[in-house]
């Protein structure tokens, strides 16, 4: 092992370990580290390191989001790939569906972005008074992702939320208080969709743009 190898390591061993465990590093998430990935030097030093194990640094949301990609892709990567990708398209509907909720609940010109804070106590008594909200949050917080079997707004908008933040893209910093902020992983999901509406014609910001809107018409 090189000495440039080993200070890599030394010095930037826990964000490597964060990268490889698949998380993605935003200034939400995990502020030091996206700092330190900001520095082009750190970006060159982490992404030799990560060459010698078929991996690579990538980015999105404009380069504010990094998270871990293949070098080069074999059998075994493609497998891998192909299942995350599964994994995100089962979880689309559900998790844009959610994202127009909580856009058309809140009065947001703009679909929730990383650094965004959601109030849950708020966005719950919105969702009470407005039957419509009632029945677009039951039918989200059912979902096979999220999994509820409760009729009630409480424990669904909760449930909701617990999920979100298992799955990293919200972070509750503050245990003591229902307030939640987005992260950059939302930033990778809308580039996904991006990609998929692109490559495939679903047409999925036209849909929620029109979700969004319905209420104007």
């Known amino acids: 092992m090189s000495s440039s190898t080993q200070t890599v390591l ?20 995990n502020e030091d580290a996206w700092r330190a990935l900001k520095s082009q030097a750190t970006r060159d030093n982490v992404e030799q390191y990560l060459n010698q194990i078929n991996r690579t640094l990538a980015s999105a949301g404009e380069g504010e989001v990094f998270f871990c990609g293949y070098l080069q892709l074999g059998d075994d990567e493609r497998k ?5 990708f599964r994994d995100i398209c089962h979880a689309l509907i559900p998790l844009v569906e959610w994202l127009v909720l909580v856009q058309e609940a809140s009065g947001q010109d703009a679909p929730l972005s990383e650094g965004a804070a959601v109030r849950l106590n708020e966005l719950q008594t919105r969702i009470e008074d407005t039957p419509a909200f009632r029945e677009q949050l039951a039918k989200i917080s059912h979902y096979r992702l999220f999994g509820s079997s409760s009729t009630q707004v409480d424990a669904q908008i909760k449930l909701v939320f617990k999920r979100l933040v298992e799955l990293g893209y919200l972070l509750r910093p503050n245990q003591e208080k229902q307030i939640y ?13 991006r990609f998929i509406d692109e490559t495939e014609g679903l047409s999925l910001e036209a849909q929620a743009e029109t ?3 319905r209420d104007l018409i």
């Open 80 to 84: 891998v790939i192909s299942s995350q």
């Open 211 to 213: 979700a969004t809107q």
């Open 10 to 29: 030394v010095g930037q061993g826990a964000l490597i370990e964060a990268l490889l465990r698949g998380e993605f590093i935003c200034r939400t998430s």
């Open 181 to 193: 902020i987005a992260t950059g992983k939302l930033d990778y999901l809308y580039e996904v969709i």
